[in-house]
């Protein structure tokens, strides 16, 4: 699949980077697939988790993928969008050490979990390295679409999301906002990439 929108020189740019992304689930999946439809081709994805039927309302995975491991699961899917795909994925429960070994040569990563403890881990292993990271936070519930945005905290920390609408709030995690979250991530790591604000 080639991006027909894309100059030679911005196809080149996302075609090189390769990108970290920390959790394959409703961020996670939503945003890879975003990245692959814009042009990117090179990543580093890392879940421990299986696919789930309580996952389908809002992740990129199929029915007939419960029970499988979500890195493969979601491999799989990537490469039905584009078949040459530098894909390393690692079925792996993140740790600060293994987050700055796995991530180390990406351009950019993007925090994808679930959990502020986890969150907090992998900003904290990666923030000195000067690394951007997209992160996400508040994006359960319905509706307020426009509380959603795009905060640059920092010269390399881009957080997306409402920071405040938590699932353990006492709401659910619902396709529209998730996706929302995960596409303006996306969105923040293809702007970086080509040198524009986030």
């Known amino acids: 699949m080639v991006n027909t ?3 030679e020189t911005e196809r080149e740019i996302l075609e090189k980077a390769r990108i970290g992304i920390a959790g394959a689930g409703g961020l996670g999946s939503n945003c890879a697939m975003h990245l692959v439809r ?3 081709r090179k990543f580093v994805i890392c879940d421990f988790d299986v696919v789930s039927a309580s996952n389908l309302n809002r ?3 199929f029915r007939d993928q419960i ?6 699961a979601l491999g799989e899917n990537l490469r039905r969008i584009e078949p040459e ?4 994925l690692c079925d792996i429960r993140l740790d600060s050490e293994s987050v700055r070994k796995l991530f180390s040569d990406c351009d950019i990563v993007v925090e994808a979990v679930d959990g502020a403890e986890t969150k907090v881990m992998i900003l904290s292993a990666l923030f000195p390295s000067g690394k951007p990271l997209v992160t996400a936070s508040g994006m359960a519930g319905w509706g307020r679409s426009n ?3 795009v ?8 957080a997306v999301g409402d920071g405040e609408s938590a699932v353990d709030g006492g709401q659910s995690p619902q396709s529209p906002r998730v996706g929302l979250a995960a596409a303006l991530q996306a969105n923040a790591v293809v702007a970086l990439l080509l040198g524009q604000e986030p």
Request: aromatic share 10%.
């Open 67 to 72: 029970g499988r491991k979500k890195v493969a």
């Open 85 to 88: 795909l530098d894909l390393e």
């Open 151 to 158: 905060r640059r905290m920092g010269r390399s920390l881009i």
């Open 59 to 61: 992740q990129f995975f």
């Open 5 to 7: 929108y894309l100059t």
């Open 147 to 149: 509380a959603m945005r």
């Open 38 to 40: 814009a042009g990117l």
